[in-house]
């Protein structure tokens, strides 16, 4: 018999809700001051880094919310406006713009499949679903219960199908899917419980992974037929719950389909229930259709307001994705000894997503206005290595595989032509395509499939990939309209140090950078050209250019 | 259902642990500060390893530990090894002239018989369930020595077919300690400098990226930008020695003295590489799962190892490296005396043999022994942890000692019940 067990980090949470809720003083103020006000309270007399300038946050703005950098003439733009509230209106812009919900879905993307394969109607899915501003409980139900006959939904099915997939002769993965369902939609990595208690974390026990596991073990993976245009998961009944024993132990244990720390599902009883939908024919053979779905049970009680955890989960991972780091690290291990950097304020942002229905567009407005997400990433002087889960610093984050491949196309020049298709008139040799670009990015900086990427990680193969990869090297080629060829142009050694400077690094050059380059430049006089590459290839390679900060 | 743990549990640990240790391992004492002729000299000094897989099982029968004029003795006969006493295979001519460097292990009894569990299994060391994927030797021995003073990749695969950057043998340790593939003997992708580069032009533009790191990080933390610094000078050094690894460029008599095949050509290579400074290069040889006609096959296949193996150990101990480098052939078992139906041998765990030569193991010795058939080993035999125990004890680690830190979870580098065979050992 299994009872809710009140824990005490979930009654202290509930205390907290309630007290903020009461709180009418603090309810008031719009929640980018509260924001900030509870990190610089944490972070007490420690020095915080000076606001960011204009370009670097302009950078870092594009990024986060076009997956892109700005050209060198928006930046020019954005550098020369004087008005006191340029920074909210880029920012309304950016988020208002269609690269938003794309954007988005990459992000989500790379965090709910981590690198494993690629799959086109997933990712329309995910696309439509931000481009509409879908509620996050929402498309959470939608895919952890996907609607396999709906064109428009069952392409959220694929992160179900895709972990359910056979490899080779192993078993079907269920462990696998109940351990990423918990990681990524609750932020609890169950993975150890599968057969016996969490030995490090109380929290965590055997009936919390079993309750996740017998619901999609219950599961079977189906080929495309008929109704199912796509592969889709077939529910068997359940009308009996599972039963386990700890290894370690022996001591048994039996759960329906069940919450993580949360609620069971009750389970529908054959002697007094109707529990076929459409009863099973024997003369045809043809199974049954139950009338009781645990997965959609599940999904409804998972992916709600009164499960606590989903909301502090999504509010860590997108504090996460625009600050560098969660108020719980690591993002999937949230329990009770393992406490938030700030508590409070993760409690706050869960408490506000769940009243605004779980809008993400909103959450991430109001993180992108605060001081904390518009700082510089410049270390405040005299501070060597500040915490980072002060937040007194903007952390530099990784960029992904596809933002560096577009960005490294927009400032060598080759957007329109490599992902237009425009102006190849006169190129001689192959002609390259967006996917070249995309895969050859992919190959080389994208982590190894199932492999969160969660930091900056530079590798042999990166820089292999850099040095001597043709596509990076044709993009430096001087061709038609392209950088090489902007600034093979240009005379005055300062206005090619603005030019490259604003197209790559999003920034005018200081005196020094531009003085540096006009000595570069004169020593390379006789091999002017093929030295501006060699120059922007430099730059290219930077760091500068290959964190977003 | 399965009652093991999977093995990408802790992952999120090993994250943590790769995103504390990497800068220390990468900066080490020696990065870039010393002359050329003392890396040289200290590189000489350091301890390097062969692995030699014979994936899918050689037969030790046709090979190690032959039993001629036995119920499954099969058709070959011995022959005398530079070792009193110590008898191959007619199969290995070569490899008995080296008989009084190598050390012979007959009496390894395993526990997997099948190839899908049981080569990684045995590459892993087959530690008690610990609920995580144990590194491969190699992954294991990056991660504990890291790379020589020559900053080439620590570990280093030449295999057939396919190559690139190969993490799965690295298990929790993550990603960084996987290994770096050279398919058919080839390089990697990009890694060859650039046709439309000089070398100038090359270090000119590197150096000029360098400047603009060293002015980006000035007032950041240092973290990234010296983990890219270090993985840029990986690069330059590995594209410096890409002599290395040319296969079309090895000359035609010591081509004949390896052989002209794929593994004469591959341990060449391997060879090569261990001059230059690598840590640990791994060889793979593919198709030893003999289940029919094993002797027509092993009449083929053993000599072609045969003929690569004791050059390569001829070489080494001609440069001296052999000194320091350990060298070790095997399997993921071997295979059984039964002859089956189709005149094969199929997987046979319980009773097989290991070669080791070189750094810290005894030179001449034949350790354990089976019975007069070659059914089972005498006394008791040694599984794969007490393996890895001697592996380590020759390089100096010792196993006993030294752990892991995954994530703050100390764990063992080997079974933590078994011990190193000491009669194998100097």
């Known amino acids: 018999m299994q009872l809710l067990r009140p824990s005490a980090t979930l009654t202290r949470w509930l205390l907290l809700a309630a007290l903020m809720a009461s709180h009418g003083a603090f309810a008031a103020e719009p929640l980018q001051l509260q924001v900030d006000k509870l990190i610089v309270a944490k972070a007490a007399k420690q020095p915080f880094a000076a606001p960011a300038d204009d370009a670097e946050f302009l950078r870092r703005a594009w990024f986060d919310f076009n997956g892109g950098i700005p050209s060198a003439e928006e930046t020019k733009k954005f550098l020369a406006d004087k008005t006191a509230d340029k920074r909210a209106k880029l920012i309304e812009q950016l988020v208002a713009a269609p690269r938003f919900a794309e954007q988005m879905a990459e992000a989500f993307n790379i965090q709910l499949m981590e690198r494993n394969g690629s799959n086109d109607e997933w990712r329309s899915y995910l696309t439509e679903s931000f481009r509409a501003n879908k509620p996050w409980d929402q498309m959470t139900r939608e895919i952890l219960s996907p609607d396999f006959k709906d064109e428009k939904l069952r392409g959220a099915g694929w992160f179900m199908t895709r972990r359910l997939d056979k490899v080779g002769q192993q078993d079907t993965d269920y462990p696998g899917l109940t351990r990423d369902a918990g990681r990524l939609f609750m932020g609890v990595d169950l993975q150890c419980c599968q057969c016996h208690k969490h030995l490090t974390v109380k929290d965590y026990k055997q009936v919390d992974f079993n309750g996740l596991f017998v619901t999609f073990q219950n599961t079977k993976l189906q080929a495309a037929s008929g109704d199912y245009k796509t592969a889709w998961v077939q529910e068997a009944m359940m009308t009996n719950k599972y039963e386990f024993v700890s290894v370690l132990s022996n001591v048994k244990g039996a759960t329906g389909p069940r919450v993580p720390l949360g609620v069971e599902v009750p389970l529908p009883d054959p002697a007094k229930d109707e529990i076929w939908l459409v009863p099973p024919d024997p003369k045809t053979r043809k199974p049954g259709v139950p009338k009781f779905s645990p997965l959609k049970e599940l999904a409804a009680r998972l992916a709600s307001p009164e499960n606590p955890l989903f909301a502090r989960n999504i509010a860590n991972r997108v504090w996460w994705q625009l600050m560098g780091r969660g108020f719980v690290e690591p993002l999937d291990l949230n329990h009770s000894d393992n406490p938030a950097s700030h508590p409070e304020l993760l409690d706050l942002l869960a408490k506000e997503l769940t009243d605004h229905k779980f809008d993400l567009r909103w959450l991430i407005r109001e993180l992108a206005l605060t001081q904390t997400y518009q700082r510089a990433s410049l270390l405040p002087v005299g501070a060597k290595s500040p915490p980072e889960e002060l937040f007194t610093v903007a952390k530099e984050r990784p960029l992904s595989a596809e933002q560096l491949a577009r960005a490294f196309l927009a400032a060598t020049g080759e957007q329109e032509r490599v992902v237009g298709g425009k102006a190849w008139e006169g190129v001689e040799g192959k002609k390259h395509t967006q996917k070249d670009f995309e895969k050859a990015f992919l190959a080389a900086f994208a982590n190894a499939a199932k492999e969160p990427e969660l930091n900056v990680n530079p590798t042999l193969r990166a820089a292999l990939f850099l040095r001597n990869n043709d596509l990076v090297l044709w993009s430096l080629q001087r061709r038609k309209g392209n950088l090489l060829d902007r600034v093979a142009a240009l005379t005055d050694a300062g206005k090619v140090a603005d030019e490259l400077y604003l197209a790559i690094l999003s920034r005018p050059p200081v005196a020094e950078e531009k003085a540096e380059l006009e000595k570069y430049l004169t020593k390379h006089a006789a091999t002017r050209e093929k030295a501006l590459g060699h120059y922007a290839w430099a730059m290219l390679s930077s760091m500068e250019f290959f964190t977003n900060h | 259902m399965n009652p093991l743990c999977k093995p990408w549990e802790h992952a999120t640990s090993r994250r943590q642990f790769l995103g504390a240790s990497a800068g220390a391992l990468a900066f080490g004492a020696l990065g870039g500060m010393i002359s050329p002729q003392a890396a040289e000299a200290m590189r000489k000094q350091e301890k390097q390893v062969l692995f030699v897989w014979l994936d899918g099982g050689m037969s030790q029968l046709e090979s190690w530990d032959p039993k001629p004029n036995t119920e499954f003795g099969g058709p070959f006969r011995t022959i005398k090894t530079s070792v009193p006493g110590t008898h191959f295979s007619e199969l290995m001519p070569q490899c008995a002239k080296q008989a009084h460097r190598l050390c012979v292990v007959r009496n390894i009894a395993t526990k997997d018989n099948a190839h899908s569990s049981g080569v990684a299994r045995i590459q892993r060391g087959d530690p008690k369930n610990r609920g995580v994927a144990y590194p491969f030797f190699g992954s294991s021995i990056a991660k504990l020595m890291g790379p020589t003073a020559s900053k080439l990749p620590a570990y280093v695969w030449v295999k057939p077919g396919s190559g690139g950057f190969k993490a799965e043998d690295a298990g929790f340790l993550g990603p960084k300690y996987g290994s770096l593939a050279f398919g058919d003997g080839k390089p990697p992708e990009d890694l060859l400098r650039h046709a439309s580069l000089t070398v100038e ?49 090895l000359p035609a008599k010591e081509l004949d003295r390896y052989g002209r095949t794929e593994i004469g ?162």
Not at chain 2, 210 to 239: H, I, K
Not at chain 2, 385 to 393: I, L, P, Q, R, S
Request: hydrophobic fraction near 40%.
């Open chain 2, 201 to 249: 032009e090359d270090e000119e533009r590197n150096e000029l990226r360098e400047l603009l790191n060293q002015r980006y990080t000035a007032q950041r933390r240092p973290t990234f930008t010296e983990a890219s610094s270090f993985v840029f000078d990986s690069a330059r050094e590995l594209m410096k020695r890409a002599d290395v690894f040319d296969t079309t460029k």
């Open chain 2, 265 to 426: 050509q591959h341990m060449m290579v391997a060879r090569n590489m261990l001059e230059a400074g690598v840590r640990f290069v791994k060889v793979g040889s593919y198709g030893w799962d003999t289940h029919g006609d094993n002797f027509n096959a092993s009449a083929s296949l053993v000599p072609k190892f045969d003929r690569a193996f004791a050059a390569i150990i001829e070489d080494l101990a001609a440069t001296g490296l052999l000194d320091h480098t350990l060298v070790i052939a095997m399997s993921e078992f071997g295979r059984t005396p039964r002859i089956n139906g189709h005149v094969g041998r199929d997987h046979w765990p319980e009773a097989w043999s290991i070669a080791m030569a070189g750094c810290g193991v005894k030179a001449g010795a034949v350790v354990g022994a089976t019975n007069a058939l070659g059914t089972d080993v005498k006394d008791k035999g040694h599984d794969i942890g007490a393996v890895f125990h001697t592996w380590f004890k020759a390089l100096g680690i010792d196993s006993k000692k030294v752990e892991y830190d995954n994530n703050s979870q100390p764990l063992p580098l080997a079974h933590d019940d078994m011990e190193a065979i000491k009669e194998a050992l100097v």
